[in-house]
């Protein structure tokens, strides 16, 4: 019993340093991935937010825990045939539309694209992201707009891999409990029969 208790030990332990190699949150590939702005049909346009200063090893999506903290907005094209159009970067407080942030259209030849909010978004609440791909001159292509929204200020909270992850634990932690305390075994084991019956 104490070899299984070890064993399981370790196992868990070694579990628990696996939850870094999750990134953006887990998805499993772009069709999970909540993290984009669709420019046109199937074609996407990447984002990961940072607050390096206050978070140094975390990346965010859909919401930001601090305001008034350095904030890195970055952006990755998933298509090559955007990076000779020059593009717009406007983030906006809602729902009065107030500007916050603004970067002129400019081509991006390597694909991605770092915006510093150098003192980050100025209050709690909801954020647009308004994001406007311009046609190459000459060209017959239309222009593109996409928006994202995001909430700020609402400090850090547990992501689903998180929540997964102490779920699995405490489950993992009775179910050692289960079966190494015979009493506990009894009352366990008695409460199924009864939701059995």
């Not at 949150?25 to 046109?40: I, N, R, V, Y």
């Not at 955007?82 to 809602?94: H, Q």
């Amino acid at each position: 019993m104490k070899q299984f208790f070890k064993k399981t030990s370790l196992g868990l332990t070694a579990l628990l340093f696996s939850s870094a190699l999750w990134a953006h949150g887990g998805a499993a590939g772009t069709d999970t991935d909540q993290c984009k702005f669709e420019l046109e049909k199937d074609h996407w346009l990447h984002y990961t937010a940072y607050q390096p200063k206050d978070f140094p090893a975390e990346d965010f999506c859909g919401n930001l825990p601090n305001i008034n903290a350095l904030t890195q907005l970055v952006f990755d094209y998933q298509d090559m045939k955007y990076r000779n159009r020059a593009i717009e970067f406007e983030v906006t407080k809602e729902p009065e539309g107030k500007r916050v942030f603004f970067q002129e259209a400019a081509k991006h030849k390597s694909g991605t694209v770092l915006l510093d909010l150098k003192e980050g978004v100025p209050e709690v609440g909801k954020y647009l992201i308004h994001i406007t791909l311009l046609p190459e001159e000459g060209s017959s292509e239309e222009r593109l707009d996409a928006h994202m929204s995001f909430q700020a200020g609402k400090g850090q909270t547990a992501s689903k891999n998180e929540l997964f992850l102490y779920s699995f634990f405490a489950f993992a932690g009775l179910y050692v409990v289960y079966l190494s305390s015979a009493g506990f075994k009894r009352a366990v084991d008695g409460a199924i029969e009864k939701i059995k019956s």
